[in-house]
């Protein structure tokens, strides 16, 4: 009999023999999206509601098992997979998809982790509310998962992270004791912010299992228009004009280099990307959303667009006249990733640096990515509005791609992220830290930081039993 045997029974009784995988093909829990890793669990364990979860967490603590908490395994950094020695639980929270209630008086909606991101809009909208997290894997990704990462996407220009959008938080700790934070309350100065821990904390110090979030009411209208500018410094002048026309209503701004672009017409030709005979350096897709009306809207832009082209700031621009158009130009944007993963692998960084420092760092270390790696292609795309960028490395033209990563990926990540530390940045915008920039976050964070992580993490999971090796090395030897 296997000693993991009597943890394997407990872990059947609490959540029924059929939800404990252990044979078969594991894949999609233990492969991370990027096909990166492949780990092996000890067994798939998933529960159906909080006390389930709380009696799986106490299980493998009295084992001495630890515990890899997963929602919809679409991580960028490898950070919900398990490891290869076959000795951790993969708990899926995806049986845990229920909304639990809208207070539409409150403007809140408490829904399980395990809900998928794009279900959630779909229900909120039905009911007449705007739930304003939005990013291309919506249709898979998890609340859990997107509350663990601290997800951005393309709304975080008006409506900030999703840490911005939690209000209250259901926690089952590393004890396996359950924490009800789920009030809804906007002021509650009632001691340490609880729920901040735990948000971007990728499941190291428990299991979010629940939350309470912000809802907005519809708008009345929203429209998308996409725009050639000449450089980032115009692209980044446009975003000045664009808070001072529409304000609030600006809700989503995101820059496309022309590389990228290309990438999308070459493998998903029957995608019709706007002025690509112009040979522009850069485009825009950006979104007004307007409470009044659409006429109002489309006022509000027409002013936008006449003063940006007057400024130079924009060479040529479309208005979507209806919503297919506009999902079609957003559906360029959010093809750019899918592009660069069928042009063969690549070298992501995910950062963040400030608006107006964009331009000077973009130009500085393009010059000295081609200096240093001849040929290599750089695909440059993501939230201008919020300052973050995913400023990607392809391998150069008839290079092997897999080679390539394998040699180059270390010094082209420490010239990158050299860079992002010169000009005052971040290595990590939102997709996380996961086991891929672990040993990065070592290098480019604050000694008093990591110090004071650790502290955290030691007190609230002393066994280092939920996610270990993820985030945060607590010694040498892990």
């Given at each position: 009999?296997?000693?993991?045997e009597p943890l ?5 009784s ?8 252990t ?7 233990e ?7 492949h ?13 389930e979860?709380?009696?799986?967490v106490?299980?493998?603590?009295a084992?001495g ?10 991580g ?16 899926s929270?995806q049986r ?7 207070d ?8 399980e982790?395990g809900c ?9 909208e ?5 739930f304003?997290?939005?990013?291309a ?15 951005g ?13 939690c209000?209250g938080?259901?926690?089952v700790?590393a004890?396996?004791?359950v ?6 309350l906007r002021?509650d100065n009632?001691?340490?912010d609880?729920r ?14 629940a939350?309470?979030?912000r809802l907005y ?16 410094e115009?692209a980044?002048e446009?975003l000045?004009?664009?808070?001072r ?17 290309g ?5 998903f ?15 825009v ?11 109002h ?5 027409e002013r936008?667009l ?6 130079g700031?924009v060479?040529?621009?479309?208005v979507?006249?209806?919503m ?7 559906h360029i944007r959010e ?8 042009e063969g692998?690549?070298?992501k ?5 400030a608006v ?9 270390t393009?010059a000295a990515?081609e200096?240093?790696?001849p ?6 795309y993501?939230?201008?509005g919020?300052?973050n ?12 791609a897999?080679?390539f990563?394998?040699n180059?990926?270390?010094?082209i990540?420490?010239?990158v ?7 005052g ?13 672990r040993e990065?976050?070592e290098?480019h964070k ?10 955290i ?5 002393p ?6 090796g ?7 030897a892990?």
């Amino acid at each position: 009999m296997s000693a993991f045997e009597p943890l394997l029974q407990s872990l059947r009784s609490a959540v029924g023999a059929a939800n404990v995988l252990t044979e078969g093909n594991l894949s999609a829990w233990e492969q991370d999206w990027r096909k990166r890793e492949h780990g092996k669990a000890l067994a798939v364990v998933r529960p159906a509601s909080t006390l389930e979860v709380a009696e799986v967490v106490k299980a493998c603590v009295a084992a001495g098992v630890s515990i890899v908490p997963q929602g919809g395994n679409t991580g960028m950094v490898v950070g919900s997979t398990p490891d290869t020695s076959g000795t951790q639980v993969v708990l899926s929270l995806q049986r845990m998809n229920q909304v639990r209630t809208l207070d539409a008086a409150n403007l809140t909606v408490t829904v399980e982790a395990g809900c998928v991101l794009q279900s959630l809009q779909e229900t909120c909208e039905q009911a007449g509310f705007l739930f304003p997290l939005s990013m291309a894997s919506e249709g898979s990704c998890t609340i859990g998962g997107n509350l663990g990462t601290n997800a951005g996407g393309t709304q975080v220009v008006r409506y900030g992270n999703t840490r911005e959008l939690c209000l209250g938080l259901e926690v089952v700790n590393a004890q396996g004791e359950v924490w009800n934070g789920l009030t809804g309350l906007r002021k509650d100065n009632t001691g340490y912010d609880l729920r901040h821990l735990f948000i971007g904390s990728e499941g190291t110090l428990g299991v979010i299992t629940a939350a309470t979030l912000r809802l907005y009411p519809l708008p009345a209208s929203q429209l998308t228009a996409f725009a050639a500018v000449p450089s980032l410094e115009a692209a980044v002048e446009l975003l000045g004009l664009a808070h001072r026309f529409l304000s609030a209503g600006l809700t989503g701004f995101e820059v496309m280099g022309q590389f990228a672009l290309g990438l999308v017409v070459k493998h998903f030709p029957q995608q019709r990307v706007p002025f690509q005979s112009m040979g522009t350096p850069y485009c825009v897709v950006l979104e007004n959303s307007d409470h009044e009306s659409e006429g109002h809207a489309r006022a509000q832009f027409e002013r936008l667009l006449e003063a940006a082209l007057d400024s130079g700031c924009v060479l040529d621009a479309v208005v979507a006249e209806s919503m297919a158009q506009a999902r079609s130009l957003w559906h360029i944007r959010e093809s750019i990733p899918l592009a660069q993963a069928q042009e063969g692998l690549n070298i992501k960084h995910d950062i963040s640096i400030a608006v107006s420092r964009i331009p000077a760092f973009v130009r500085e270390t393009d010059a000295a990515l081609e200096q240093a790696f001849p040929g290599a292609r750089l695909v440059n795309y993501g939230h201008l509005g919020d300052g973050n960028l995913h400023y990607n490395v392809q391998a150069p033209q008839g290079f092997d791609a897999e080679a390539f990563l394998k040699n180059q990926e270390k010094p082209i990540n420490a010239l990158v992220y050299e860079a992002v530390d010169r000009f005052g940045g971040s290595i990590s915008a939102e997709h996380g830290i996961g086991s891929l920039k672990r040993e990065k976050l070592e290098q480019h964070k604050s000694p008093v930081a990591l110090q004071m992580m650790r502290a955290i993490k030691t007190a609230l999971d002393p066994h280092n039993r939920m996610n270990p090796g993820r985030m945060l090395r607590l010694s040498a030897a892990e």
